[in-house]
């Protein structure tokens, strides 16, 4: 009894070969009958699909606003339908077609929220770059022709106390000068640099 055939009552077989072939009979029957029943079950679903895919389509659309990513939702949902089909469940096709589509539809959305929330994380901490390589380079420039026009004294201390890393009273010392007279000379140097004296 092979694909819900069963053997009638009436045929006796005595030989080993006639149950063979009774058996084989069974099953050329049975891939017949399934090779009919997929070439209908294929041309009702093509039709299902040309009859409904517009449909299918403008719900995809209504929620992603991408004609693009519609249609392929779209089509892996029709794939999806397609690998899990049953032609007794060709009633509820059109209800697992838009539960699918809305479900795809929905994964779709947050997985793009997730990107947009993990690039508004990348970019609060990444430092922002205001100027490109070259406008830096132009200040940095300016910066220092400013530094050369100064007087020699605020440049010199200037230079040790920022280019050197001399602590006031090292410069001092060094100079022979007093540490308040290093900050007056220092707040000098600012001033004429920022373009205020």
């Not at 892996?76 to 032609?87: A, T």
């Not at 009633?91 to 697992?96: A, D, M, N, T, V």
């Not at 100027?131 to 910066?143: L, Q, S």
Request: net charge negative; charged share 35%.
């Amino acid at each position: 009894m092979k694909g819900g055939l069963a053997m009638p009552a009436s045929i006796c077989l005595s030989t080993k070969k006639e149950a063979n072939v009774w058996i084989f009979a069974v099953y050329a029957l049975s891939l017949c009958s399934e090779m009919i029943n997929e070439r209908a079950d294929t041309s009702f679903f093509e039709q299902f699909f040309k009859e409904n895919y517009s449909l299918f389509y403008f719900t995809a659309y209504h929620l992603l606003e991408d004609d693009e990513l519609s249609r392929d939702i779209v089509g892996e949902c029709v794939e999806l339908l397609w690998r899990n089909r049953r032609s007794e469940d060709a009633s509820e096709w059109r209800s697992f077609m838009y539960r699918s589509i809305r479900n795809k539809c929905i994964d779709h959305l947050r997985h793009e929220a997730v990107k947009k929330k993990y690039i508004a994380f990348y970019l609060a901490m990444t430092p922002e770059e205001e100027e490109d390589a070259d406008e830096e380079e132009e200040r940095i420039e300016m910066v220092m022709r400013r530094i050369d026009e100064l007087p020699p004294l605020p440049r010199r201390v200037l230079e040790m106390c920022y280019f050197e890393r001399k602590r006031y009273q090292e410069v001092a010392d060094e100079l022979q000068i007093s540490t308040s007279y290093v900050k007056k000379l220092i707040m000098k140097a600012l001033s004429l640099l920022r373009g205020n004296g």
